[in-house]
């Protein structure tokens, strides 16, 4: 009795889990179809300047950073939480490993050594605190992270009184910010992608990862099934916190600045970038991946925007139209999914809607 009784709802459960998998896996696929297409019109109004070594390599360096960013990202978004102080938390952990590794001194790699520890520490105080107000006190995400997010620039401002740091050590700025591995490649966006593959075997291929889609898709079901809910909330803010600290490090590098004032959009583009990769905002689906896909769109929009005169500012336009479809789009595809039936927008099926009104 009681078998057949708990085996029925986790079928019913399963199956638009697994309709809405494959459906996060095609919107990647669209998204990089998509970049590939934002990259040759770029290419074709500028073609002498936008497709070249010099160009290219800075795309992938300003999109470094962003991936750190949204890898711990993409689980906090897969439990169904939010995080707004990735930016914040980004400066403050700069601002940190600068102040630790000015005192500490020299220039070599003791020192960054030093800084990284002290950035990584930064990050994840701030990301045990998101998770334990979340997980234990129970305060909306949203809101925890809002907090979050002015309390740590705050900090790093009274810290810095409200003026950049511009004294990182040069192996720093040299061999991480600026360096290159096998030839021409950059070093930051070697630091990243090994990140970004972290990221996919611990989402993919662990205990860890398979937890975090369970409470994402039903936290009580999860709770039911032996998952310590909270426990695993707290570590998954607290990864997501540690990657802005380490974040903050190499943005410390490539800026060879604090830039307190330069993260206002930060979290604003990650999210967009996780949210037009396939990740649902509204938890239990998602990918590296596909974040890493779609954290390249408002980089070569706004890389594009000024090749070909257009004002920067309509990249954050364009993005939070995006996000916007992208999360309306999503909600469409989670009722069809739940109800059964197969995905049919209303705009992209004329096949659809007469088949309906045939069977009307």
Do not use: C
Request: aromatic share 8%; no cysteine; hydrophobic share 50%.
């Amino acid at each position: 009795m009681s078998t057949s009784t708990t085996s029925a709802p986790a079928s019913t459960e399963d199956a638009p889990t697994s309709r809405l998998s494959r459906i996060s896996r095609l919107q990647a696929l669209q998204i990089l179809i998509l970049l590939v297409v934002t990259i040759a019109v770029f290419t074709a109004l500028r073609p002498d300047t936008f497709l070249t070594g010099f160009n290219i390599r800075g795309i992938v360096q300003n999109t470094a950073i962003y991936a750190v960013l949204g890898v711990g990202m993409t689980f906090v978004i897969i439990t169904g939480g939010i995080d707004l102080s990735v930016g914040s938390v980004l400066v403050f952990s700069g601002v940190v490993a600068d102040k630790i590794m000015v005192a500490y001194g020299g220039q070599g790699w003791g020192t960054v050594l030093v800084g990284l520890v002290a950035a990584l520490a930064s990050g994840l105080a701030w990301g045990l605190l998101n998770g334990i107000l979340v997980a234990k006190a129970k305060v909306p995400p949203l809101v925890v992270t809002l907090g979050s997010l002015s309390a740590a620039l705050g900090f790093a401002q009274i810290i810095t009184k409200g003026l950049d740091l511009r004294d990182a050590p040069q192996t720093l700025v040299n061999d991480i910010g600026f360096g290159n591995i096998v030839g021409q490649v950059p070093t930051i966006a070697v630091v990243s992608a090994v990140v970004v593959i972290l990221g996919i075997v611990l989402l993919h291929r662990t205990r860890f990862g398979l937890y975090t889609y369970a409470i994402g898709s039903n936290a009580e079901a999860g709770r039911r099934a032996g998952v310590k809910v909270d426990r695993h909330l707290i570590k998954v803010y607290a990864f997501a916190g540690l990657l802005a600290g380490f974040a903050g490090l190499l943005n410390l590098g490539f800026f060879q600045s604090t830039t307190i004032g330069g993260q206002s959009n930060t979290p604003l583009n990650v999210i967009a970038g996780v949210a037009i990769g396939g990740t649902s905002l509204f938890g239990g689906i998602g990918s590296v991946f596909g974040t890493v896909i779609g954290l390249f769109i408002p980089i070569v929009l706004q890389n594009g925007f000024i090749q070909t005169g257009v004002q920067p500012f309509w990249q954050q336009v364009v993005v939070g139209a995006v996000l916007v479809a992208v999360v309306y789009v999503d909600q469409l595809r989670r009722a069809a999914a739940v109800r059964g039936t197969k995905t049919r927008l209303p705009f992209l099926s004329r096949a659809g809607s007469t088949s309906r009104k045939g069977s009307a």
